[in-house]
């Protein structure tokens, strides 16, 4: 019965994440993605997929010392599971450990190379300004409207505004869309500054 509480938190963070709706709809959905991943957990207490979903709960609403306990307790019963490694990432990325969780994310891509559950370390590196391992991490999800956002950031980081707008244009739901043709255009007004900070603390949480 774990595995299929399992199953159901992964699906429910699934619709929370990316089904759409209302936020209040999301929340719900994420809200019983929690309590399933629980009941998993108390079914079997090394449940890696349970987890793992969990620890992105507990840091996603602020619990970081209960996602720290969880995904450290997961990792030492994972030590050759890629996803113990990612989740351990995914928290010091949150934290502003970000070499700690450019460690985590080197051991997550040996064990697992192709996983594209891991594309998200490429925020780390990019925030570390290491593009070029940024760039290992963002082929695992090539051609997605995620990936064309976040190589978007990765060019505005590398200084190539206009192929920044190029890749972000690409994504019509990308909230700070119009930033790097607002920089582009007047990159000194209070305009441009209010949307660079919208769109880093995008960057920041996704």
């Known amino acids: 019965f774990a595995a299929a509480w399992s199953a159901l938190s992964t699906r429910y963070a699934y619709v929370g994440y990316y ?8 929340e719900a959905a994420l809200s019983k993605a929690e309590s399933a991943a629980r009941r998993a957990l108390a079914l079997n207490p090394n449940d890696l997929e349970a987890a793992g979903n969990l620890t992105y709960r507990a840091i996603e609403k602020q619990r970081p010392d209960e996602a720290y306990g969880i995904a450290r307790r997961t990792l030492q019963q994972n030590p050759e599971r890629a996803m ?16 700690e969780a450019a460690r985590e994310c080197n051991e997550a891509l040996a064990l697992s190379p192709t996983d594209v559950n891991m594309r998200s370390c490429t925020i780390t590196f990019y925030r570390l300004g290491n593009l070029a391992r940024a760039r290992d991490f963002l082929a695992l999800d090539a051609d997605s409207l995620w990936a064309y956002r976040h190589e978007g950031l990765l060019e505005v980081y590398a200084g190539r505004l206009q192929e920044a ?8 739901n990308v909230p700070f869309s119009g930033l790097v043709e607002q920089s582009l255009i007047d990159p000194g007004s209070a305009e441009t500054r209010a949307t660079l900070d ?3 603390e995008v960057a920041r949480t996704s």
């Open 19 to 26: 089904g759409g709706g209302s936020t209040g709809d999301q």
């Open 84 to 99: 113990a490694h990612f989740a351990m990432s995914y928290l010091y990325r949150y934290v502003g450990l970000l070499g």
């Open 165 to 172: 707008n190029r890749l972000l244009d690409r994504d019509p």
């Open 198 to 200: 919208e769109a880093i």
